[in-house]
Protein backbone atom coordinates (compact mmCIF):
# COMPACT_ATOMS: atom_id res chain seq x y z
CA UNK A 1 0.00 0.00 0.00
CA UNK A 2 1.25 3.41 -1.47
CA UNK A 3 0.04 6.66 0.43
CA UNK A 4 0.61 9.61 -2.20
CA UNK A 5 -0.57 12.95 -3.96
CA UNK A 6 -3.73 12.09 -5.83
CA UNK A 7 -4.22 12.63 -9.45
CA UNK A 8 -7.16 13.31 -11.41
CA UNK A 9 -7.66 9.56 -12.72
CA UNK A 10 -7.76 8.88 -8.92
CA UNK A 11 -11.29 11.03 -8.31
CA UNK A 12 -13.49 8.35 -9.91
CA UNK A 13 -12.13 5.94 -6.68
CA UNK A 14 -12.08 8.52 -4.27
CA UNK A 15 -15.77 8.78 -5.34
CA UNK A 16 -16.51 5.11 -5.20
CA UNK A 17 -14.98 4.98 -1.87
CA UNK A 18 -17.30 7.81 -0.48
CA UNK A 19 -20.24 5.77 -2.17
CA UNK A 20 -18.86 2.87 0.10
CA UNK A 21 -18.86 4.83 3.24
CA UNK A 22 -22.28 6.42 2.71
CA UNK A 23 -23.66 3.11 1.83
CA UNK A 24 -21.87 1.37 5.18
CA UNK A 25 -23.85 4.67 6.79
CA UNK A 26 -27.26 3.94 4.98
CA UNK A 27 -26.88 0.11 5.85
CA UNK A 28 -25.88 0.79 9.83
CA UNK A 29 -22.48 -0.87 9.50
CA UNK A 30 -20.99 2.51 10.27
CA UNK A 31 -21.38 5.44 11.57
CA UNK A 32 -19.95 8.85 10.33
CA UNK A 33 -22.66 11.16 9.90
CA UNK A 34 -22.02 11.80 6.90
CA UNK A 35 -25.08 11.94 4.40
CA UNK A 36 -24.98 10.92 0.84
CA UNK A 37 -25.53 13.53 -1.48
CA UNK A 38 -24.34 16.49 1.18
CA UNK A 39 -20.95 15.43 2.54
CA UNK A 40 -18.11 14.25 1.19
CA UNK A 41 -19.18 14.21 -2.50
CA UNK A 42 -17.03 13.75 -5.74
CA UNK A 43 -16.93 17.34 -6.23
CA UNK A 44 -15.48 17.78 -2.67
CA UNK A 45 -12.30 15.61 -4.11
CA UNK A 46 -12.47 17.67 -7.11
CA UNK A 47 -11.33 20.49 -5.32
CA UNK A 48 -9.32 19.17 -2.82
CA UNK A 49 -7.06 18.01 -5.98
CA UNK A 50 -7.68 21.33 -7.41
CA UNK A 51 -5.66 22.71 -4.49
CA UNK A 52 -3.22 19.97 -4.33
CA UNK A 53 -3.63 18.71 -0.97
CA UNK A 54 -5.99 15.54 -1.62
CA UNK A 55 -3.93 12.37 -1.15
CA UNK A 56 -5.01 8.69 -1.56
CA UNK A 57 -4.04 5.42 -0.07
CA UNK A 58 -3.96 2.69 -3.04
CA UNK A 59 -2.59 -0.37 -4.20
CA UNK A 60 -2.16 -1.88 -7.90
CA UNK A 61 -4.57 0.71 -8.94
CA UNK A 62 -7.48 0.89 -6.47
CA UNK A 63 -8.35 3.78 -4.13
CA UNK A 64 -8.68 1.86 -0.32
CA UNK A 65 -8.33 5.49 1.34
CA UNK A 66 -7.95 9.27 1.13
CA UNK A 67 -8.07 12.51 3.27
CA UNK A 68 -7.32 16.23 2.59
CA UNK A 69 -3.62 17.33 4.50
CA UNK A 70 -3.25 21.05 4.73
CA UNK A 71 -3.61 24.16 6.50
CA UNK A 72 -7.50 25.09 6.06
CA UNK A 73 -8.57 25.01 9.74
CA UNK A 74 -12.56 25.24 10.04
CA UNK A 75 -14.52 28.23 11.60
CA UNK A 76 -15.17 26.57 14.91
CA UNK A 77 -11.25 25.89 15.40
CA UNK A 78 -10.98 29.63 15.67
CA UNK A 79 -12.29 29.98 19.67
CA UNK A 80 -11.33 26.44 20.33
CA UNK A 81 -9.63 25.99 23.81
CA UNK A 82 -6.17 24.68 21.93
CA UNK A 83 -3.86 23.45 24.55
CA UNK A 84 -0.89 24.70 22.61
CA UNK A 85 -1.17 28.14 21.19
CA UNK A 86 0.41 28.55 18.04
CA UNK A 87 0.65 30.77 14.52
CA UNK A 88 -1.69 29.30 12.06
CA UNK A 89 1.75 28.48 9.86
CA UNK A 90 2.89 25.63 12.44
CA UNK A 91 -0.95 24.41 12.12
CA UNK A 92 -1.62 20.70 9.75
CA UNK A 93 -5.27 19.79 9.41
CA UNK A 94 -6.60 16.20 8.30
CA UNK A 95 -9.77 16.21 6.87
CA UNK A 96 -11.97 13.90 5.68
CA UNK A 97 -10.29 10.73 6.40
CA UNK A 98 -12.20 7.89 4.72
CA UNK A 99 -10.75 4.36 4.29
CA UNK A 100 -12.77 1.38 2.54
CA UNK A 101 -15.49 -0.77 4.66
CA UNK A 102 -13.81 -3.37 2.91
CA UNK A 103 -10.55 -2.87 4.55
CA UNK A 104 -11.84 -2.70 8.49
CA UNK A 105 -9.27 -3.60 11.15
CA UNK A 106 -6.49 -4.13 8.38
CA UNK A 107 -4.42 -0.98 10.28
CA UNK A 108 -4.81 1.57 7.33
CA UNK A 109 -6.14 4.27 9.45
CA UNK A 110 -3.33 3.86 11.63
CA UNK A 111 -1.14 3.92 8.02
CA UNK A 112 -2.82 7.17 6.86
CA UNK A 113 -2.53 9.08 10.14
CA UNK A 114 1.60 8.46 10.77
CA UNK A 115 1.65 9.44 6.95
CA UNK A 116 -0.03 12.50 8.10
CA UNK A 117 2.36 12.93 10.72
CA UNK A 118 5.52 12.26 8.60
CA UNK A 119 4.21 15.11 6.29
CA UNK A 120 3.63 17.40 8.47
CA UNK A 121 7.05 16.57 10.58
CA UNK A 122 8.62 17.52 7.15
CA UNK A 123 6.73 20.74 6.13
CA UNK A 124 7.58 21.39 9.88
CA UNK A 125 3.74 22.00 11.05
CA UNK A 126 4.10 20.65 14.69
CA UNK A 127 0.55 21.37 15.71
CA UNK A 128 -1.77 18.78 14.46
CA UNK A 129 -5.64 19.29 14.43
CA UNK A 130 -8.20 17.00 13.53
CA UNK A 131 -11.55 16.73 13.83
CA UNK A 132 -14.93 14.23 13.33
CA UNK A 133 -18.15 13.84 14.53
CA UNK A 134 -19.14 12.83 18.24
CA UNK A 135 -21.47 9.68 16.51
CA UNK A 136 -17.73 8.50 14.75
CA UNK A 137 -17.06 6.65 17.78
CA UNK A 138 -14.27 4.21 15.33
CA UNK A 139 -12.50 7.49 14.71
CA UNK A 140 -12.14 9.08 18.32
CA UNK A 141 -11.14 6.04 19.00
CA UNK A 142 -8.44 5.43 16.23
CA UNK A 143 -7.64 9.05 17.07
CA UNK A 144 -7.12 8.54 20.54
CA UNK A 145 -5.34 5.44 20.58
CA UNK A 146 -2.66 7.10 18.23
CA UNK A 147 -2.25 9.90 21.30
CA UNK A 148 -4.67 12.70 19.82
CA UNK A 149 -6.58 14.93 22.84
CA UNK A 150 -10.05 16.02 22.09
CA UNK A 151 -9.94 19.02 23.37
CA UNK A 152 -13.74 20.42 22.66
CA UNK A 153 -17.18 19.30 20.85
CA UNK A 154 -19.08 22.29 19.41
CA UNK A 155 -22.52 22.30 17.69
CA UNK A 156 -22.06 23.61 14.44
CA UNK A 157 -23.20 23.17 10.89
CA UNK A 158 -20.51 20.94 9.11
CA UNK A 159 -20.34 21.11 5.71
CA UNK A 160 -24.05 21.27 4.83
CA UNK A 161 -24.91 18.65 7.30
CA UNK A 162 -26.95 20.26 9.96
CA UNK A 163 -26.57 19.65 14.05
CA UNK A 164 -23.39 17.76 14.05
CA UNK A 165 -21.49 18.02 17.30
CA UNK A 166 -17.97 17.89 16.68
CA UNK A 167 -14.86 16.84 18.00
CA UNK A 168 -11.72 18.61 17.97
CA UNK A 169 -8.71 16.87 18.76
CA UNK A 170 -4.95 17.65 18.75
CA UNK A 171 -1.33 16.35 18.87
CA UNK A 172 1.77 18.60 19.37
CA UNK A 173 4.79 17.04 17.75
CA UNK A 174 8.18 17.51 19.24
Not at 35 to 53: F, S
Amino acid sequence: MEIRKATLFDIPGVAKLYEEIHHAEETGKMTTGWIRGIYPTRTVAEAALQRGDLFVLEEKNFVYGAAMINQIQVDVYQNAPWEYEVSPEEVCVLHTLVISPRKNGKGLGKQFIRFYEEYALAHHWPELRIDTNAVNLRARTLYQVLGYQEIAIVPTVFNGIPDVNLVLLEKHLT
